[in-house]
Each structure stands twice: as structure tokens, then as C-alpha cells.
Antibody
Framework: QVQLQESGPGLVKPSETLSLTCTVS????????WSWIRQPPGEGLEWIAY???????NYNPSLKSRVTISVDTTKNQVSLKLTSVTAADTAVYYC???????????????WGQGALVTVSS | QSALTQPASVSGSPGQSITISCTGT?????????VSWYQHHPGKAPKLMIY???NRPSGVSNRFSGSKSGNTASLTISGLQAEDEADYYC??????????FGTGTKVTVL
């Protein structure tokens, strides 16, 4: 079955840019939407953004000004960039595939293990 | 972007049934049948338990069921087992083509 693995620096300084990559294996990135979701320590899940393999994107309105999601179909990877980070951006960041049903694309069916990113000087 | 509202905690004894509510608005839960539920054990990847309000993915126990009425969706766990102890999150499609998660519910098996 599809496997997702997040990777990137575990420590980012305040005001800098957080960059993460999600590598998809045992499946193709094509024909699906892919998403980033995060969970700050002790808090709930927060949806960040999604991207279609062809490049169509959408963002959480509260993060839109700082987030960029991109896809590289040749490498089977989805990437996330979050600029001007603060301590509030400290979280476990998950990559997830958006599933498809007869009704549509309303759920996340495969998730990575998550990557903890700490924002601190 | 405001989260969907879930109770902070729900508990039950083994064998009992519990229900977790997920309250949204007419811009998300009330207007779309794209409600899903996730089980999250700390340190692990969240697991999809219910999609499209009431559908179970292959491999998920039929002890888990979902429903929706108006702006509120519900997840019921019947025949509660020790392994069901985890955090549970609902999610919904929201107008504007975005997603929103619930605040999360900690399920404790007494």
C-alpha cells in the first residue's frame, strides 16, 4: 500500500522558512490530491494546504499568505514551505493523501508518520 | 478558520457504546456529506476510520459507525475495547474548497 515519508530540518530559527518534503512510495502521485496537516504540541490537527498532481492548489485561509505547496511528479514528492515562522509554528507536520470515493474527495486515507519541526533560536 | 467542535473527552467501560459528536455549521458539516473520522494514537500516524459520513474503509472494525444530522456528525464506537483508547478527530469539507478538523476527543476506556 501507499507509503508517505516526511523529511526536513527538525529545527528552524524564528523568521526563517520551514521546508518539508513528502516522498510517496509504493504508489503514484498522479491522479490524486495531496495535503499537509500539522499538530502543535498538545493541540489538535490543522489542515494547511492541498495540491493536485497537476498543480492545482488551495490553502488554509489563516496560513495562505505564508504557505506554498508544490509537487514534483518525477520524484513522486510533495513539498511544503512556510515562511516567517514563529514558535506558534512548532508542530508535527503530516503529509497525507486525499482519498477518492464515488461521492468525491473528502477524506485523508493515507498518512505519513509525521515530522516534528521546532521553531527556536 | 474555526475548528469543528468536539467534546474534549469521552469515556466508557469495556463493552459499552460511546458516541462522539462533531458540530460545525451550514458551511461545512451541514452542507456536505464529506465528514470523516480519524483515530490517533500519540506518536503514530492518524488512521481513517469513517469517510463520507458513514462509510468504513476496508479493514476498519464494524464496531465503528458514523452518522450526521444537520450541522452535527457523530462517531459511535460499540463494544468498546481497550485498544480503542486514543484521540479521535472529525474532519469536514468546507465552502471555499477547504478542509477543517475538529478540536479532538480523548477516548478513555475505564
Amino acid at each position: 500500500q501507499v507509503q508517505l515519508q516526511e523529511s526536513g530540518p527538525g529545527l528552524v530559527k524564528p523568521s526563517e522558512t520551514l521546508s518539508l518534503t513528502c516522498t510517496v512510495s509504493r504508489g503514484s502521485i498522479s491522479s490524486y490530491y495531496w495535503s499537509w496537516i500539522r499538530q502543535p504540541p498538545g493541540e489538535g490537527l490543522e489542515w494547511i494546504a492541498y495540491i493536485y498532481y497537476s498543480g492545482r492548489t488551495n490553502y488554509n485561509p489563516s496560513l495562505k499568505s505564508r504557505v506554498t505547496i508544490s509537487v514534483d511528479t518525477t520524484k513522486n514528492q510533495v513539498s511544503l514551505k512556510l515562511t516567517s515562522v514563529t514558535a506558534a509554528d512548532t508542530a508535527v507536520y503530516y503529509c497525507a493523501r486525499i482519498g477518492r470515493s464515488v461521492a468525491g474527495t473528502g477524506y485523508f486515507d493515507y498518512w505519513g508518520q509525521g515530522a516534528l519541526v521546532t521553531v527556536s533560536s | 478558520q474555526s475548528a469543528l467542535t468536539q467534546p474534549a473527552s469521552v469515556s466508557g467501560s469495556p463493552g459499552q457504546s460511546i458516541t462522539i459528536s462533531c458540530t460545525g455549521t451550514s458551511s461545512d458539516v451541514g452542507d456536505y456529506n464529506f465528514v470523516s473520522w480519524y483515530q490517533h494514537h500519540p506518536g503514530k500516524a492518524p488512521k481513517l476510520m469513517i469517510y463520507d459520513v458513514s462509510n468504513r474503509p476496508s479493514g476498519v472494525s464494524n464496531r465503528f459507525s458514523g452518522s450526521k444530522s444537520g450541522n452535527t456528525a457523530s462517531l459511535t464506537i460499540s463494544g468498546l475495547q481497550a485498544e480503542d483508547e486514543a484521540d479521535y478527530y472529525c474532519s469536514s469539507w468546507r465552502s471555499g474548497s477547504t478542509y477543517v478538523f475538529g478540536t479532538g476527543t480523548k477516548v478513555t476506556v475505564l
